[in-house]
């Protein structure tokens, strides 16, 4: 449980942080977000994260609520504050509270920042990792800026509740010609027949995951050739492995597909190993702790 919550400038024991109730975020889900992995005693791939916040709130027109370089320290304060050596950090900004309208232009809106932190434990998502994960996939019913990281989730929210009634733990959007964009909360790749590593290419219709970024990097170490293509749910099934990237599950294999078993029904070789090394090729903004960068 998280026990403080950065919210606008304070730090509130966590029963009693809130915001305003006419808060933009909360009415028109007019905000964006970021979510950042602390491991190894540092924030995982920190400046990218904060640089997608900023284009994220660029692209809206909403004011940032204060540096990079002070964000970091609120970050790294919230983590301090709750103990947090493995886990989460989630970052909000809304475009503020006013009196419910839907415009925006020409108000002096103040942003709201909330900053929470909160352990996850490593070894329940080795756990997880070391099984491998079931998909099913569903239409893509989700707006056109998908490349905007907005709170905006309800769709992610149905498409995982039917996952879960289907007994899985994501699901791959499908988008209207019958390709996966991505998963409802992480990026969808396959290792292709000839080996490659496979992602739709970046565009308006899915995230530019910062796991998925960085896993450029550790192909590219490991001799992978990376494709940035579409695939659709049948070349998924019929794939050699399939999985996904995101902040919380960094590598995760995905071992069924509807029902189907991708391959052998195990996590793939590349995949235990993209996942095994990721850690090391990720950048580290360390929080000073000093505890150590797990091996
Ligand atoms: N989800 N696509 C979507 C729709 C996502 O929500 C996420 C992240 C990703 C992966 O992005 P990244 O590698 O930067 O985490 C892709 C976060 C973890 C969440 O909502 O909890």
Redesign the pocket.
């Known amino acids: 449980m998280a026990r403080f919550v950065y919210v606008n400038g304070q730090y509130r024991r966590y029963h009693e942080a809130g915001v305003h109730v006419e808060d933009r975020g909360f009415q028109f889900g007019d905000a964006v977000?970021?979510?950042i992995e602390v491991a190894g005693g540092g924030l995982v791939?920190a400046e990218?994260?904060l640089a997608?916040l900023e284009r994220s709130l660029n692209e809206l027109q909403i004011e940032a609520p204060m540096s990079r370089q002070a964000l970091l320290l609120v970050i790294a304060e919230t983590v301090r504050r709750n103990r947090v050596r493995e886990g989460?950090v989630?970052m909000q900004v809304s475009r503020g509270a006013a009196k419910r309208d839907f415009l925006f232009s020409g108000k002096s809106l103040e942003p709201t920042l909330v900053c929470l932190a909160r352990p996850l434990s490593r070894a329940s998502r080795e756990a997880s990792a070391d099984k491998g994960i079931s998909v099913i996939s569903l239409p893509d019913i989700r707006w056109g800026r998908?490349d905007i990281?907005t709170v905006m989730?309800l769709p992610?929210a149905l498409a995982k509740e039917e996952a879960l009634k289907a007994g899985a733990s994501e699901a791959w959007l499908v988008d209207r010609d019958g390709f996966v964009t991505?998963?409802?909360?992480?990026?969808a790749w396959i290792v292709n027949a000839q080996g490659e590593l496979q992602t739709r290419s970046l565009s308006n219709d899915?995230?530019?995951?910062?796991?998925?970024?960085?896993l450029f990097d550790v192909a590219q170490s490991l001799g992978f050739q990376v494709k940035e293509a579409a695939f659709t749910i049948a070349d998924a099934k019929n794939a050699r492995e399939a999985f996904n990237?995101?902040?919380?599950?960094t590598v995760m294999p995905v071992v069924k597909i509807d029902g189907k078993n991708v391959s052998d029904g195990l996590p793939g070789t590349i995949s235990r190993k993209l996942r095994e090394v990721f850690h090391e090729h990720a950048a580290l903004y360390p929080l000073g702790y000093g505890f150590h960068r797990p091996k």
Do not use: F, I
Request: charged share 25%.
């Open positions: 977000y970021e979510v791939d990218r994260h997608r989460l989630y998908c990281k989730l992610a991505e998963g409802a909360s992480s990026n899915l995230l530019p995951g910062v796991t998925r970024r960085t990237t995101s902040a919380s599950g």
